[in-house]
């Protein structure tokens, strides 16, 4: 079976029309074989059975009168029967022979006729023997034996075994042709459907047609075939259409989209920096009071002053924030091989000159690199170990960590921290500008440090996302390259 | 009396099939004799003739001996117990021909040879089997001779002879005749 799952279509329904062709006739021939080689057996034994009984009568008196002449005489008559080899008389109770035939002559006497047979006819390999015994007036007197040669029977059964032979020759070329005609009416059509099929499927050609023909199965099959492929390419053609039509929409809306942006940068870089000059003005006049008119105003005036100065100097952070995320947008990105765990330290060596009376441990992970804008990067990790010392501040025991998480989908970078934490309820409202989930009396700062990180890391193609809970600390979870 | 040389034993072997004797598993049996085996043909032509069911056959079927006897008791032992034609055998020895009826088969001694004639055509007008052991006994208007060569037993017939005294004689018996005289002969 293994073979016949290697043939075409074709070859397989030849194989099986051959096969049981060729099964029915061998069956047929072997019974036939088999009945005519029973029948000839069975008709040849009864000839010589006649043959026997009436040499057996003639045999009487000859055995009566003790005439072995005429006995051998009688027993000559069998000449007739060409197949008959030899043929004996005994009388009753003798073991020698009494009268003798054989066909060919003295030569044949060799053969040795066994001295009891059973009655009837008995079949040997190459002869057949059959006994009949000999009586006159109800008892026994004799015993007559013939032996007859089967070559008759075999020379028939060769040549029958001959035809079949040439029948089973003839039919089964007979039946190659016409079992191979007859498959190819079937397997045609498949094996053009298959050639289409190959064709749609290599050349993603969706306007070829498997030919029709036929109204069988296979016809159906051809027919559904090309309706599909008609509904393949309609919708094939539609979707690119559509695609095309989406890649203009979307064309359109990016530079729609990136023109605003521009014009939105621009004029809000334009702002921060036109806002800077009446503040400088703000500021300076109001330090000049301060020294000029100082003594003359009490107490409370003073204070009023500090409060104006207060407020202008954090309003300038807040514009030079809003500048540094601008140019955050604007810069070009140039990546390059960079140590994250030597920026690290740097940053960190910052913190600790800036604020030297706080005491807190810090653990860098050796050996950090990405391939990243260096200068951007060093804003990030400004900004996330600045929240980290800031929110840290009051812990006895701060601690900051700086590493990178091996397990998980993606190798992202972490900054963690054991300060104030925050609320998982609004960790989504942690990236957006001037969003503070802490008072600003608790902790100073302007709210845009985490969205100019988040835009940072989304320029380089990676993604940010925090972890924490309220007085429990928090990490900052950052990847800064695209997936793979 | 002649008694011949051994016989071929087949014919011993026939013998005891008819008398119906001891087993023929003897190793080595003594051979019969010549008139053991012309009694036993005397019975067998019995019964390869036929007598006309008329008044030729009596009440029993009669096996004569004329003149001299050379079978002596052989023949009484043959037949006894025997019935040819649906009656029982009788063995007599007789010195001159009966009337038609009395016997049927009827063994002719060698003694009578000069007296053949006459008793042959004493004989005539009935239904008796004449066999007798004389040269040219056929010839001489007798039904069957015996003769023997080289130690084998066998005879003669005169079918016009048997065919004039109204018996029916099969063929199987008249094939085993040496010579044949009259219709079929050879």
């Known amino acids: 079976m293994r073979i016949l799952r290697r043939l075409t279509i074709g070859q397989k329904l030849t194989s099986i029309a051959m096969l049981s062709s060729f099964a029915a006739l061998v069956s047929a021939s072997i019974a036939f074989l088999a009945y005519d080689l029973h029948t000839i057996r069975q008709s040849l034994a009864r000839r010589i059975l006649t043959d026997a009984q009436i040499v057996g009568f003639n045999s009487v008196s000859p055995l009566l009168f003790n005439d072995a002449e005429t006995a051998t005489t009688t027993l000559g008559g069998l000449r007739a029967e060409p197949a008959i080899v030899a043929a004996i008389v005994r009388g009753q109770g003798d073991a020698r022979p009494f009268a003798t035939y054989f066909r060919d002559g003295p030569s044949g006497a060799r053969l040795a006729l066994p001295a009891h047979v059973a009655p009837g006819p008995v079949f040997a390999a190459d002869h057949l023997l059959v006994s009949e015994p000999i009586r006159f007036e109800g008892r026994p007197i004799g015993t007559l034996v013939i032996q007859a040669d089967l070559a008759e029977i075999h020379s028939r059964q060769r040549r029958y075994a001959g035809i079949v032979l040439a029948v089973l020759g003839g039919s089964f070329v007979l039946a190659l042709g016409i079992s191979r005609l007859m498959a190819k009416t079937i397997s045609r059509p498949i094996v053009r459907l298959a050639d289409t099929a190959r064709a749609v499927s290599s050349q993603k050609d969706y306007s070829v047609r498997a030919p029709a023909e036929g109204r069988d199965e296979i016809g159906l099959l051809v027919g559904t075939f090309n309706e599909m492929l008609d509904q393949i390419q309609r919708q094939d053609s539609d979707l690119k259409e559509a695609r095309a039509d989406l890649e203009r929409r979307v064309d359109t809306r990016t530079r729609d989209l990136a023109a605003a942006n521009k014009e939105l940068e621009a004029f809000s870089y334009s702002v921060s920096h036109d806002l800077r000059a009446p503040l400088r003005a703000i500021d300076g006049f109001s330090k000049a009071v301060l020294s000029g008119y100082g003594p003359q105003l009490d107490e409370r005036g003073r204070h009023y002053l500090e409060r104006v100065r207060a407020g202008t100097q954090r309003m300038a952070q807040l514009i030079d924030d809003l500048l540094g995320l601008a140019r955050v947008s604007r810069r070009q990105l140039v990546r390059q091989r960079v140590n994250l765990s030597e920026v690290a330290g740097q940053v960190a060596a910052e913190l600790a000159r800036r604020q030297p009376s706080r005491q807190v441990r810090l653990d860098v992970q050796p050996g950090l690199s990405a391939e990243v804008d260096p200068h951007l990067l060093t804003i990030v990790l400004e900004n996330l170990m600045g929240n980290a010392w800031k929110f840290t501040g009051k812990k006895a025991e701060a601690h900051v960590e700086v590493g990178q998480r091996a397990d998980g989908p993606e190798p992202a970078f972490y900054v963690r921290d054991n300060g104030a934490g925050f609320d998982m309820e609004y960790a989504d409202k942690l990236f957006g500008a001037f969003q503070r989930l802490h008072a600003d009396t608790d902790f100073e700062g302007t709210g845009i440090g985490l969205a100019t990180v988040q835009r940072i890391v989304a320029r380089h193609g990676g993604r940010i996302w925090a972890e924490g809970g309220v007085d429990k600390g928090a990490t900052f979870y950052f990847t800064l390259e695209r997936n793979p | ?186």
Not at chain 2, 12 to 23: E, I, N, P, R, Y
Not at chain 2, 130 to 158: H, Y
Not at chain 2, 177 to 183: D, F, H, L, P, Y
Request: glycine share 10%.
């Open chain 2, 1 to 186: 009396m002649a008694l011949v040389g051994p016989l071929r034993s087949v014919t011993f072997a026939l013998l005891v099939s008819l008398l119906g004797a001891a087993s023929p598993a003897a190793p080595e049996p003594p051979r019969p004799t010549e008139y053991e085996v012309k009694a036993a043909f005397l019975y067998n032509f019995a019964k390869f003739v036929k007598w006309p069911e008329d008044r030729s056959l009596g009440p029993t079927f009669v096996i004569a001996v004329m003149g001299e006897d050379p079978f002596g008791e052989v023949l009484d032992r043959t037949f006894a117990g025997k019935t040819i034609q649906g009656r029982k055998t009788e063995v007599r020895r007789v010195r001159t021909p009966t009337p038609p009826g009395d016997l049927q088969i009827l063994f002719i001694g060698s003694s009578e040879k000069p007296r053949l004639a006459q008793i042959l055509k004493t004989l005539e007008g009935g239904s008796a089997l004449t066999v007798a052991d004389m040269e040219g006994f056929t010839e001489r208007g007798g039904m069957i001779a015996f003769r023997l060569r080289s130690d084998v037993v066998n005879f003669d017939i005169n079918l016009d002879q048997v065919e004039r005294a109204r018996l029916k004689m099969s063929s199987q018996l008249i094939r085993l005749a040496r010579n044949v005289i009259g219709k079929g002969g050879l």
